[in-house]
């Protein structure tokens, strides 16, 4: 995400956090290196303009603090600018209407109907009770796709296959969502390849019969500039709420992020991080400033873990491995938690410097790794796993071929885990033999 973005700028702070003196003069030498960075990340030339500007002149008439260096004081200003530029704070969705409506909108191929399983999922995360209407009547597959979306994330979907008037769907959906007391309701509307008169006439005459609370325009980060001429003709036509990026892991530069919010005024409210349905977030502009930033982001990965780890869980397992109990099982268990906080080279990019470190780790080794240990742990029996020591050569053997793996990776996979396992008995007898010299020690010294 934003990867060229983010190393054409810290190349760019090598020579700002060098500046001993601010000056008109260096600053615009320093800055004209982030200006290009800015505009071969496709950001739109009047927005990178108007924000160097706008960093210049807060760099000049900024009192120097004087513990803190000219030029850092200026990557300072940069960040915060980043911030306004991205929309200053997260914009939370409105909920207005018995029962509300969002209608998501764009170009055939940017991701609506997906974008429109993943919010549903994380609404009914929130508590909501969302319903899935299929008002794209031109493209069955589109149909097809949301009902099958609906299914994996358990949340039903009015749809009516044949039926070719979008109102006539729209207002027996809204009956539908009154008498199972379903909201809000989420149309996936047709999609274009391009802006036409029907397409806008459709959705106008939609937005005016169930008079949605939001108006999310879907766009694919990918495209760039485009997206954000897409997004000007989408909100003269429909004035729309906010928009919905997505394919933001795929995209390098960042241009349409970087450009939407100050060319239409309105914000991003939600961006797609991946293709598996939990892979959907809130925008955040302070934290996406801190990624673009190289400085990485450490609370979506607190949020991230808590939503994939169980408190009562993680407990247990602590005291089983304080206990020295912890075993294969709990290792299998292990390793499928870590897998719902995505790939490792996203959680590296989420730690500060996690940028410069992945460049040093072949991190796609580690996974293959990752995936050979879980199954090498579930070619075995329950009793196998649970008490690893009954693991004689012929089980060995058995399960060495049912993973696919040698018996020699298996060993070393096992002696492994044995030589963890010994590693935490120590702690844990290390940690309780502290606890009872705490609790002796004040009265050693007594009088």
């Known amino acids: 995400m934003f990867d060229s973005l983010s190393g054409k700028l810290q190349n760019a702070f090598k020579n ?4 001993g003196k601010i000056s008109e003069a260096n600053a615009s030498d320093a800055l004209r290196e982030v200006r290009m960075a800015l505009l071969e990340a496709d950001v739109n030339f009047k927005v990178a303009r108007d924000f160097i500007e706008r960093v210049k002149v807060k760099s000049l008439g900024a009192e120097v603090i004087t513990s803190v260096q000219p030029g850092q004081q200026i990557i300072k200003i940069i960040s915060d600018e980043l911030v306004e530029l991205l929309g200053s704070a997260n914009a939370a969705l409105k909920f207005e209407g018995n029962p509300s409506c969002l209608m998501l909108v764009g170009l055939h191929g940017a991701g609506k109907t997906t974008s429109a399983g993943k919010l549903a999922k994380l609404l009914l995360k929130q508590g909501r ?15 097809d796709q949301l009902e099958t979306l609906g299914k994996q994330i358990a949340v039903p979907v009015f749809l009516k296959r044949g039926e070719t008037d979008v109102l006539k769907i729209a207002r027996e959906a809204l009956d539908f969502a009154k008498a199972n007391q379903r909201s809000p309701v989420i149309f996936d509307t047709a999609g274009r390849l391009q802006i036409d008169e029907p397409l806008v006439q459709e959705l106008v005459n939609l937005r005016n019969l169930v008079k949605p609370s939001e108006i999310l325009l879907v766009l694919d980060a ?8 897409v997004a000007t003709h989408f909100d003269s036509a429909l004035n729309i709420t906010g928009s919905i990026l997505t394919k933001l892991d795929g995209d390098a530069r960042g241009g349409a992020a970087l450009s939407l919010k100050a060319v239409t005024g309105k914000p991003i409210k939600f961006m797609g991080v991946g293709e598996k349905l939990d892979e959907f977030e809130p925008f955040h502009p302070e934290r996406m ?15 991230r873990a808590a939503d994939a780890v169980n408190e009562a869980d993680a407990k247990r397992m602590e005291e089983k491995m304080r206990k020295g109990e912890f075993s294969l099982e709990d290792f299998l268990e292990q390793l499928r938690a870590m897998k719902k906080l995505g790939s490792l080279e996203s959680i590296m990019k989420m730690l500060p410097g996690g940028g410069d470190a992945l ?20 070619a075995m029996t329950l009793k196998e796993r649970r008490q690893p020591v009954i693991l004689n050569a012929s089980r060995r053997r058995r399960i060495a071929a049912g993973s696919g793996v040698t018996v020699t990776e298996l060993n070393t996979m096992l002696n492994k885990f044995f ?25 050693m010294f007594r009088k």
Do not use: H, W
């Not at 009770?129 to 149909?143: C, I, K, N």
């Not at 996974?367 to 879980?374: D, G, I, L, S, T």
């Not at 010994?422 to 309780?432: A, L, Q, V």
């Open 359 to 378: 460049k040093q780790m072949d991190l796609g080794k580690q996974e293959k790794e990752f995936k050979r240990m879980e199954g090498m742990v579930c």
């Open 222 to 229: 990918a495209t760039g500039q485009e997206a954000v001429n």
């Open 16 to 19: 700002l956090r060098g500046l």
């Open 129 to 143: 009770a969302p319903l899935l209407v299929a008002a794209d009547v031109y493209r069955p597959a589109a149909m």
């Open 419 to 443: 030589q963890m396992q010994t590693m935490m008995k120590k702690m844990g007898k290390m940690s309780k033999m502290m606890g009872k010299m705490g609790g002796a020690m004040p009265g």
């Open 289 to 303: 400033t801190s990624r673009i930033l190289g400085m990485g982001d450490v609370v979506s990965l607190v949020e």
